[in-house]
Nanobody
Framework: QLRLVESGGGLVQPGGSLRLSCAAS????????IGWFRQAPGKEREGVSC???????KYTDSVKGRFTISRDNAKNTVYLQMNSLKPEDTAVYYC?????????????????WGQGTQVTVSS
């Protein structure tokens, strides 16, 4: 059964860090592009970061220099290290799989999605 399961969300103070995990089952992550998206209340879902099957990475401008995406093929898991968190990073974060071999923010290309994990940045 194909599954993506996110974990690692929580409540953190501004300036803090979290590491999100996206664990896959039923398929090898390394053969797909994996994207992280987020959706805040009242806002549209937006692409945050992605890593292609070839290992290329992409970040939305608002997280460049603060977030890092990585992949552990042995654990079949993709990570999103989030540093210097800001209140505007508060959202539900989703990981998703795309069969296209390059990063894209077009969410309709992604065919499987996790259930999401809540990230709240607040003092």
């Amino acid at each position: 059964q194909l599954r993506l399961v996110e974990s690692g969300g929580g409540l953190v103070q501004p300036g803090g860090s979290l590491r999100l995990s996206c664990a896959a089952s039923g398929f090898p992550l390394e053969r797909y592009t994996i994207g992280w998206f987020r959706q805040a209340p009242g806002k549209e879902r937006e692409g945050v970061s992605c890593i292609s099957s070839g290992g290329s990475t992409k970040y939305t401008d608002s997280v460049k220099g603060r977030f890092t995406i990585s992949r552990d093929n042995a654990k079949n898991t993709v990570y999103l290290q989030m540093n210097s968190l800001k209140p505007e990073d508060t959202a539900v974060y989703y990981c998703s799989r795309s069969p296209v071999q390059w990063c894209t923010w077009s969410s309709n290309i992604y065919d499987y999605w996790g259930q999401g994990t809540q990230v709240t940045v607040s003092s």
